[in-house]
């Protein structure tokens, strides 16, 4: 099986795209991440789940995870308002992580190899500069795991 194949619609965001906007999508499609794009539309990096999490802790509570306790319960409960008025470039790490992007005609293992050497649960599909899909890796486990 080939990436053209294996790969999905899946939801993208361009990095100019609202944070807050971006973060419900991850919530209620329960994503991994997000393929971000520039805006041509040309993918440019993930936006993995975990990192917008990371943004919502307070970077003290991160430096020491035994404050979290002392937060108020309406502090807590308020926590993703430090997205509001944030787009996708800033949530971003300053480094982002390479965006793997596969070829329509590799095959389900280069795939998996891409996925696991840059540890990212998602893999953009390109045939020429156009954005065919995306392989998530469930998708994949799913599919190397149903007899042929």
Do not use: W
Request: aromatic share 2%; charged share 25%.
């Amino acid at each position: 099986m080939h990436a053209g194949e294996m790969a999905e619609r899946f939801p993208v965001v361009e990095l100019d795209s609202d944070a807050l906007e971006a973060a419900r999508l991850l919530a209620e499609h329960r994503l991994p991440g997000l393929v971000v794009t520039d805006s041509a539309g040309c993918p440019r990096s993930v936006l993995p789940a975990s990192q917008v999490v990371r943004f919502l802790v307070p970077s003290y509570v991160a430096d020491d995870p035994s404050l979290a306790g002392v937060l108020t319960e309406s502090t807590a409960d308020r926590v993703a308002d430090k997205l509001s008025g944030k787009t996708v470039r800033s949530l971003l790490p300053t480094e982002p992580a390479e965006l793997p992007r596969a070829n329509a005609d590799d095959t389900i293992i280069e795939v998996a190899a891409m996925m696991a050497r840059l540890r990212c649960p998602l893999v953009a599909v390109m045939e020429d500069s156009k954005l065919l899909g995306v392989i998530s890796a469930s998708r994949l486990l799913q599919l190397a795991l149903t007899p042929h």
